[in-house]
């Protein structure tokens, strides 16, 4: 298997003593062997199943989970074809950087940026690419606009959020793999758990674990629609209890088992 990104840095391990560092680290390792189940193997796929996993990270607004699929990516766990719009290696890579960035900016409009803020950054990308013949370069910039159309809707959709809440949504996104508990956020926003609870519902409608359970349940949805995962893989992916408790979840935020959800998006 692919060698994958730690969460952690080694650094950070240090810190932890021996037990947790252990745990740590298998932990890791076993997100890391249950992401590749559901992210896919280094074969070849089609280019619109590829553009369909990056604009689903645009609609959540989860940098986080952006960088994810980028690292998929260079490390040939995703591996698709391109098809050819110019001889001139640069003005390939300059013309599918503007298409990335015209479906980006497109994706994040429909996800609910103001379509004025979209073009802004969509304006700036495109200058930038028409002006570069650096083909390392062009490839970074088609990786920061993916993740700077993400935190764009992300901070949008929290814009009026007191700072606390934004960090805790901020840290929700950034581990929705791990179970997340009421303690991990209040400690997060440095405020007792009552308050913060109080905090979300004023702010977001709903208590924080609600809101936890109520962005993991979305990210399910993306992932059910893109890859061929089972109800297990995706349940232990998101760190819920067990597969049945994802399952009633699942169904009573959308109306239809996962399991059934799968089968018809996948058609």
């Known amino acids: 298997m692919a060698q994958v990104k730690r969460a952690m840095r080694e650094s950070d391990l240090a810190e932890l003593p021996r037990m947790e560092q252990i745990s740590s680290r298998i932990r890791q390792e076993y997100l890391a062997a249950t992401y590749d189940t559901v992210s896919g193997h280094p074969v070849e ?40 719009m110019s001889d001139d290696p640069v003005r390939q890579v300059v013309s ?42 062009i490839v970074y910039l088609e ?31 950034l581990h929705l793999h791990e179970p997340i508990r009421l303690a991990d956020l209040a400690r997060v926003a440095g405020l007792s758990p009552n308050y913060l609870s109080s905090l979300f ?13 109520e962005q993991k349940l979305n990210y399910a949805r993306h992932i059910l629609e893109l890859y061929d995962a089972s109800v ?3 349940s232990d992916l998101l760190a819920f209890p067990s597969p049945s408790a994802f399952a009633r979840r699942f169904r009573e935020r959308y109306g239809i088992t996962p399991a059934r959800y799968h089968r018809e998006k996948r058609r």
């Open 143 to 173: 990786k920061s606009v993916l993740i700077d159309y993400c935190a764009a809707l992300q901070d949008w959709r929290l814009a009026e959020c007191s700072p606390p809440v934004h960090a805790c949504c901020a840290y929700i996104a």
């Open 232 to 234: 297990a893989t995706v």
């Open 45 to 84: 796929v089609s280019l619109r199943d590829v553009e369909k996993s990056f604009l689903a990270c645009i609609a959540l607004g989860n940098p986080a989970l952006m960088r994810r699929q980028l690292d998929a990516l260079e490390q040939g766990r995703i591996v698709f074809a391109v098809g050819v």
């Open 201 to 213: 519902v004023k702010e977001l409608g709903m208590r924080p674990i609600a809101y936890v359970r």
């Open 96 to 137: 599918a950087g503007i298409a990335l960035v015209t479906l980006a900016c497109r994706t994040a409009i429909d996800s609910g940026l103001p379509e004025h803020l979209a073009l802004r950054i969509s304006d700036a990308y495109l200058q930038h690419l028409n002006e570069t013949d650096d083909v390392d370069e």
